[in-house]
């Protein structure tokens, strides 16, 4: 495949599994890696993925009206920050192979969680691990959304407020990857093409699609996700 070619897969795919993102909270990295994946190798995307993720929490923080629950949310980012500067060694380090596997059981497990998850009461204790596993995870494999949102499930309701605290949450554990990142030269010059070129397509359609998550009703939005988590990992696993 040319690299033109490779870029209209990459803005293709990720203006529609990032509009899902932006839609429901989550899941828009987790659907697009298995995809491209094809294309690109797996570090590539997850550094990449730091564009849209960024783009979906500005764009859909910004037209918002709801607030944010902020003394919920920095106890959590700063646990989360924790284990972020565990994962972004280890990041490093894993051969891409191994490290290609571990995402996709990383995917499947996170999906089981998610649909399970919700059904128990998390205590004090489990939810602190749960930040520090969500910083982990997210400077490993560029995805957190199934343990924050299992997280954010116990202890909020609305579900714009749901949306809202999961993308502010992504956004500060972005901001440690994006640091890291530029330390260490993993952006690299096709890092940076992908991040021009998408973004001039995919802020227009992440605007259009953020309107959808009004009309959603709430067992939609908190059903829906888990299942196409759990369906990619067995995707990205098996491929």
């Known amino acids: 495949m040319t690299e033109p070619q490779a870029l209209v897969a990459l803005i293709s795919v990720c203006a529609l599994t990032y509009s899902f993102e ?31 993720q960024l783009l979906v929490a500005g764009i859909a923080l910004t037209r918002s009206h709801q607030k944010l629950d902020l003394r919920l949310l920095w106890p959590m980012l ?17 051969p891409q192979e191994i490290f290609r596997r571990l995402l996709a059981a990383t995917i499947i497990a996170a999906g089981i969680f998610l649909i399970i998850g919700p059904r128990f009461r998390l ?7 749960l930040d520090f596993l969500a910083g982990v995870s997210h400077a490993l494999f560029g995805i957190s959304g199934p343990i924050v949102m299992t997280r954010l499930l116990g202890s909020l309701e609305d579900k714009t407020m749901i949306r809202n605290s999961a993308l502010f949450f992504f956004s ?11 330390l260490h030269g993993s952006i690299t010059a096709q890092i940076q093409h992908m991040f021009v070129v ?10 259009t699609a953020e309107r ?6 709430d067992l939609l939005f908190k059903k829906v996700v888990a299942w196409i988590i759990l369906f990619c990992g067995v995707v990205y696993m098996l491929r």
């Open 172 to 182: 500060g554990l972005n901001c440690v990857r994006a640091v890291y990142y530029l």
């Open 123 to 129: 205590g004090p204790v489990t939810q602190r691990v």
């Open 78 to 94: 700063a646990l989360a920050a924790l284990g972020g500067l565990a994962g972004s060694y280890f990041f490093i380090q894993i």
């Open 22 to 52: 932006i839609i429901f909270g989550l899941a828009g990295t987790i659907m697009m890696l298995p995809i491209l994946g094809f294309f690109f190798d797996s570090k590539t995307l997850v550094i990449y993925s730091l564009l849209p």
């Open 198 to 207: 998408s973004a001039i397509f995919l802020i227009p359609i992440l605007m």
């Open 212 to 217: 959808l998550h009004f009309k959603l009703n």
